[in-house]
C-alpha cells in the first residue's frame, strides 16, 4: 500500500485524470467524486467523474452531480477508482477501465478491508466513509475542503455513516466531519435530501407495507412484502423499496428484519437485518445468497406463505443461544 503523500506527489505532477465511481453509485462514490473532481481543477488538473448508470435523483439537489458522464470524453493520463473495492464494481466500465489501466497509471482509494489493491497506487484505510480518505488525499493535495468540495465529502461521511450512528464511526469520523462543516457544508439539507425525503406515493407504500408486516417466531422474525401489484398501485420503481427492511429492526422484540421484493411473477429479491443473533449470511446462504452477519440478500421462487416458512426455518438453525 502507498501513503497518501506518495499518491499525492504522483497525483500534483499530473495533467488530467478520469475518476471512476462504482455501478449502483451511493452518496459515498459520487461525493468522493465530484469533490477529488473540484479539487483537481483548483490545481490545473483536467478530470472528470464517470459512472456507468443513472445517477439516483435524490442526489441532483449537488448541481454538480449533473456534470458526471456514462464513459469518459477524453484520453486522461491517469484512472482513478474511488470508493471501488474490485473493478467489477465498476459494472458496464469495467472492460474500459481494465484496457486503459494497462497503459495507464491507475490509482485506488478505498475503505473497504476487501478491496483487491488492483491498482498501481493503492491506498486503502478501514473508515465509516471513504469520504474521509479522501479529505486527507484533497489535504495532501494542498486543497482545503469548502464550499462544495466540504457539500460532496459531507454527502459522503453522512449517507455511509447512516448519519454518524454506525459502529465505525469513530473520532476520526467527526474530525473529518468538523473539516467539512468548517467549510461551509450544509449538513441539514445534505441529510433531509438523503436519509430522509419522499414521495407522497412511497410513504403511503412505506405504511402500506410497515401495517401489513408478519411476525413469526414469537415476533423475533418479522417479513415485509412489496409485490408487483403494489409498486404498479402506487406507481413506484423497485428502488423506493429501500430501507424498507430496516423499519421491523426498530422494533424491540425484532431479531431478525426481512423484506421480500417482487421481481417478476412468484420471483423475491430477498434482503435479511440482524441485531447479532442470527447469522443472515448463514441464512442467505442457505438459499445461495450471502453478504455479511448482520445484512445479507438472496432471491427467492415460489408462493410468498412458503417462502415464509422457508425463512422462519432458516433462522431458528442459525439463532445463537
Ligand atoms: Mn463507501
Known amino acids: 500500500m502507498n501513503s497518501i503523500e506518495e499518491i499525492a506527489k504522483v497525483l500534483r505532477r499530473i495533467k488530467s485524470a478520469v475518476i471512476f465511481t462504482h455501478m449502483r453509485p451511493d452518496g459515498d462514490t459520487l461525493g468522493c467524486g465530484m469533490a477529488l473532481h473540484r479539487a483537481f481543477s ?11 448508470g443513472e445517477i439516483p435523483e435524490k442526489f441532483s439537489f449537488l448541481e454538480g452531480m449533473r456534470e458526471i458522464k456514462r464513459s469518459p470524453t477524453f ?13 467489477a464494481r465498476l459494472g458496464a466500465l469495467e472492460p474500459l477501465y481494465r484496457a486503459g489501466a494497462k497503459k495507464k497509471t491507475t490509482v485506488n482509494i478505498d475503505h473497504h478491508i ?6 498501481k497506487y493503492n491506498f486503502v484505510r478501514d473508515r465509516a466513509s471513504n469520504a474521509e480518505n ?38 476520526d469520523t467527526f474530525r473529518a466531519a468538523a473539516a467539512a462543516a468548517d467549510g461551509g457544508a450544509d449538513i441539514s439539507k445534505i441529510s433531509y435530501e438523503t436519509m430522509k425525503r419522499q414521495s407522497k406515493a412511497r410513504a403511503q407504500m412505506f405504511l402500506e407495507t410497515a401495517s401489513a ?6 415476533d423475533s422474525l418479522a417479513i415485509a412484502l412489496v409485490s408487483l401489484s403494489m ?5 413506484l420503481s423497485p428502488d423506493c423499496t429501500e430501507g424498507i427492511v430496516d423499519f421491523a429492526l426498530t422494533i424491540d422484540c425484532v431479531q431478525v428484519s426481512v423484506s421480500l421484493l417482487e421481481v417478476k411473477k412468484g420471483q423475491y429479491k430477498a434482503s435479511f437485518r440482524s441485531k447479532g443473533r442470527v447469522d443472515v449470511n448463514a441464512v442467505a446462504h442457505t438459499f ?8 445479507s440478500g438472496c432471491m427467492f421462487f415460489g408462493e410468498p406463505e412458503e417462502i415464509y416458512d422457508k425463512i422462519r426455518y432458516a433462522v431458528f438453525q442459525h439463532t445463537e443461544e
Open 42 to 52: 483548483l490545481i490545473g488538473v483536467r478530470s472528470e467523474v464517470v459512472n456507468e
Open 75 to 87: 484520453d486522461a493520463e491517469v484512472f482513478i477508482t474511488v470508493d471501488t473495492s474490485g473493478e
Open 114 to 119: 476487501s478491496n483487491g489493491r488492483y491498482a
Open 134 to 171: 479522501v479529505l486527507a488525499l484533497i489535504n495532501a493535495l494542498g486543497v482545503e475542503a469548502k464550499g462544495e468540495i466540504a457539500d460532496f465529502l459531507m454527502l459522503g461521511m453522512v449517507t455511509d455513516s447512516g448519519s454518524f450512528s454506525h459502529s465505525d464511526v469513530d473520532g
Open 213 to 218: 408486516l408478519r411476525y413469526f417466531s414469537d
Open 231 to 235: 409498486l404498479k398501485k402506487y406507481g
Open 288 to 295: 445461495g445468497g450471502g453478504g455479511h452477519r448482520l445484512a
